[in-house]
């Protein structure tokens, strides 16, 4: 392992300091970080009662289905945000919406905490199990249960990838537009409870504008149906209130999408420039002109040449931020777009602009940006942020950006996707330093508060989860915060579901029920 032995020393001084300030102290890579994340202090007279629970989810779903074992078990202790480990009371992975109702039934009758799970590479702590809760995952429900090509959609179970979907409907020349860079691995599921995004939603939407339909279950194991196979549903927009929701008001288990067309052809193109601030202008000066891209992904210095080395790509070594600009259509479509797109570049002096010679190089660009975050894995350890601002914003912010990190000791490389304003700046530092850990910490919280004083908010797509939970203040008032709480009481009456995400632990009690009235 990675500097382990001194990590272990750094370790013991961490620990010995943090008994002295009263922190919990969490795992965080090889090393610890002093966070300020607090979860709720388990109930242990639900823990004495795990062979019990145990035995009656066997009942229920299957012994194959049960996961008690303490290293099976220890697969779940995280998710993505693994700066917090807990072992969790027990997984349980049903085949079908109406094992997990029963499950669901079970547990409220019990008042046993339920943590949902996809695939558990939730960014901000959103899967992250409790010591007196149930995992319930969906991995094993990952059918597809109905395709319709006529009417565009197609009906899954959520334990599918999103990949999973794309790949069912390709040979018909049909996508799933949304695609993360973890589509390769994250579940539906996780992507309709974060809202989750991609490099392509700048023209296709996120998952909410591509979500026509859900199947959920309730805490108490109620089963609602909600939206359809159709553009629009009568009454409350129920749908949009659940994507985004964060496990928070029950469990998504089947999901009708949108499936959309593929363009005759797509072709992406590189354009370098000499700074941030002129990349960042260059965005909102092509969003301004009318053209809509499929895609404008950014990277700045320190991601290009990571990213080249790892995909050999042709990024341009000598530029300081890096565009990805992809259009869509027929050729001639493609080729007007992309000479409008370079005349737009020209007043902000670009280094370089190139346009893909063909289906090879336009693969290697996309699985430069792709891999970007695993690439950098290689060289630094990393804290990953997720906040949004105005277009017209950008180049001021990646400037601020850089002196926060600056100020704090520590290096940032810039990747995200600029076309909606969704900033991913990668906070590098050495995980086996409390104290630099502990700056990192500190970095991504004054980056996100950033993102609100211009007039952006907390998250674009990875959601609030743990990580952004005591940062919900500097966005929402005591009395917006308060209506959100007691719409997750109407769905949660005994806020059994997720507890401890999302909404600041200071107004709730220990038992995870709001102070609020």
């Known amino acids: ?8 020393r750094l370790i013991g001084l961490a620990k010995e300091v943090a008994g002295l300030q009263g922190l919990k102290w969490v795992q965080f890579g090889q090393g610890m970080l002093a966070m300020s994340l607090r979860m709720l202090p388990p109930d242990k007279s639900i823990i004495e009662r795990r062979s019990e629970i145990v035995a009656k989810l066997e009942k229920i779903a299957g012994t194959e289905a049960v996961i008690a074992d ?42 046993i905490k339920v943590v949902a799970r996809g695939a558990g590479t939730s960014l901000c702590g959103g899967a992250l199990p409790l010591e007196d809760a149930v995992v319930v995952g969906v991995s094993r429900m990952n059918n597809v249960l109905e395709i319709d090509y006529d009417n565009r959609f197609a009906r899954v179970e959520t334990g599918i990838t999103n990949l999973g979907i794309s790949n069912a409907v390709s040979g018909e020349g049909f996508f799933y537009a949304p695609d993360p860079s973890s589509q390769l691995a994250c579940t539906l599921a996780g992507n309709l409870a974060m809202n989750s995004g991609g490099a392509h939603c700048l023209k296709y939407g996120v998952t909410t504008n591509n979500v026509l339909g859900m199947k959920v279950v309730l805490m108490d194991g109620e089963i609602l149906e ?109 080729n007007d777009l992309l000479g409008r797109i370079a005349s737009i570049a020209e007043p902000f002096a670009p280094t370089t602009v190139q346009i893909s010679s063909g289906a ?32 017209s914003q950008l180049p001021e912010v990646l400037r601020r950006i ?7 000791g520590l290096k940032v490389a810039n990747i ?20 630099q850990a502990e700056r990192a910490e500190q970095a991504g919280a004054e980056i996100l508060t ?40 109407v769905f949660d009456p005994d806020w059994l579901l997720n507890p401890g995400k999302v909404f600041p632990l200071e107004m709730l009690s220990e038992t995870g029920m709001p102070n609020v009235a």
């Open 360 to 391: 090879a190089q336009s693969a290697k660009i996309w699985k430069g940006r792709k891999s970007a975050f695993g690439a950098i894995g290689r060289i630094s350890d990393y804290y990953c942020m997720d906040g949004t601002i105005p277009l």
């Open 416 to 435: 995200f996707h600029a076309g909606d304003g969704n900033l991913h700046p990668l906070i590098l530092y050495e995980a086996n330093d409390p104290k």
């Open 450 to 489: 950033l993102c609100v004083e211009v007039g952006g908010c907390l998250t674009g797509e990875h959601g609030v989860g743990i990580e952004k939970r005591d940062l919900m203040t500097t966005q929402f008032s005591e009395t917006d915060l308060g209506l959100q709480m007691r719409i997750k009481t």
């Open 226 to 334: 909600i939206g359809g196979a159709h553009l629009d549903a009568e009454g409350y927009d129920l749908l949009g209130l659940m994507v985004g929701s964060e496990g928070q008001f029950g469990m998504i288990t089947e999901a009708t999408v949108r499936i959309i067309k593929s363009a005759e052809a797509a072709r992406p193109m590189m354009i370098g420039f000499p700074s941030v601030e002129a990349a960042g202008g260059c965005v909102s000066a092509i969003i301004a002109s009318g053209i809509i891209p499929v895609a404008i992904e950014y990277m700045d210095k320190p991601a290009i040449e990571v990213c080249e080395s790892f995909a050999k790509a042709g990024y341009p070594m000598d530029a300081e931020a890096l565009l990805i600009v992809e259009v869509e259509g027929s050729e001639d479509e493609i």
């Open 1 to 8: 392992m990675r500097h382990q032995l001194e990590g272990n």
């Open 70 to 111: 303490e290293d099976g078990r220890r697969t779940f202790e995280s998710d993505g945000l693994n700066a917090y480990r807990a072992m969790p009371l027990v997984v349980v992975l049903p085949k079908t919406t109406d094992e997990v109702a029963e499950v669901l039934r079970y547990c409220h009758g019990e008042k």
């Open 402 to 408: 850089g002196e926060i990190c600056t100020s704090h």
